[in-house]
């Protein structure tokens, strides 16, 4: 690692866009090791395992029919950051189109910064990552495992390695069957995301926009808790607990940079959402809690989500 080299990329932004993203991936690179991809056979089995394990047991509990990315890679935390920059900058796109204009080279060393520490703090805590590519052009998705991490973390959680891998890779492949049951899903986050983020680099606040796009993002991630519950085939509370309190845990800085990041917002729809699909659920069954996937319009209002009978009575099983 070489701090010197990551500070020197950031000073040296260039170019004519408020952010250099070949400066931010250089300045990411340059303080986060990239881990070992050094797999045995038996290892590079094992993730191919649990990812057809995953599909099978997924689309067995949740009656979807779907399919895995036809990208899947075991990553380090390089292979992550180069796999990421595209999609930040596509999210950041109407920013770098309206952002001020006000002080450019300035400007552009402080986003250049400013992106590089959230790269660089997103490539050493993520384990896995199904991506649907927003933004891009075409139908993609792809499905990405960062080994380095999943290794280090299952350590330090004093938990069997394979059994943490695959818990993560079921995760994974339930955002898959949602984005495989909802085709219109993808477009959906999309819209709400440029639409916020348009209104933001214009100096407006979409708040309708972002409440909708939170409201979406809490459905994902608890009808996956709710497949997790059904798929998996082992208990996972132990997990669960341990990584959250990993989560809880950490110096005063890590928490800000968390926070900061978003990442008690991600566990906050965790469990807001597996609230609702529990209540859901526990009526209709999983069947009926997939009627959410539907049509755009069977999303939960942000409203229902805490009122899970309001979702019931206006969508009919």
């Not at 408020?18 to 070992?36: L, N, R, Y």
């Not at 991630?221 to 809880?248: H, I, N, S, V």
């Not at 990442?263 to 069947?287: H, P, S, T, W």
């Amino acid at each position: 690692m070489s701090l010197y080299r990551s500070v020197r990329a950031i000073a040296d932004a260039s170019g004519e866009g408020p952010i250099d993203w070949a400066a931010v991936a250089e300045a990411a690179k340059a303080v986060t090791p990239p881990g070992s991809l050094d797999l045995s056979e038996t290892e590079r089995e094992g993730y191919a395992a649990d990812v057809r394990d995953a599909r099978s047991r997924v689309r067995e509990v949740s009656g979807a029919d779907f399919d895995v990315p036809e990208t899947i890679e075991v990553q380090n935390r390089h292979h992550w950051i180069d796999a990421n920059i595209d999609t930040f900058r596509r999210v950041m796109q109407p920013v770098e189109e309206h952002g001020p204009a006000v002080m450019p080279g300035v400007a552009r060393t402080i986003n250049t910064g400013t992106m590089s520490v959230m790269l660089t703090v997103l490539a050493k805590n993520v384990l896995g990552q199904y991506d649907p590519l927003l933004l891009a052009e075409g139908d993609e998705h792809a499905l990405y495992f960062v080994r380095p991490n999943i290794e280090r973390i299952a350590g330090e959680l004093d938990v069997d390695y394979d059994r943490f891998r695959r818990w993560i890779a079921f995760h994974e492949v339930t955002h898959a069957a949602e984005f495989g049951a909802a085709p219109w899903l993808s477009d959906h986050l999309e819209s709400r995301m440029e639409s916020g983020i348009d209104a933001l680099a214009k100096g407006h606040l979409d708040r309708e926009a972002f409440r909708e796009l939170d409201a979406a993002m809490t459905a994902v991630e608890g009808y996956a808790e709710l497949l997790m519950d059904g798929a998996f085939d082992d208990e996972y509370a132990d997990l669960r607990e341990k990584m959250e309190a990993r989560r809880r845990g950490g110096d005063p800085v890590s928490r800000l940079v968390r926070r900061l990041l978003g990442l008690g917002l991600k566990r906050r729809q965790y469990e807001r959402g597996k609230a609702f699909f529990d209540v859901v659920a526990a009526e209709r069954g999983i069947e009926g809690a997939s009627a959410v996937w539907d049509r755009p319009e069977n999303l939960p209002t942000d409203a229902e989500l805490d009122d899970p009978q309001r979702w019931l009575a206006r969508v009919s099983p």
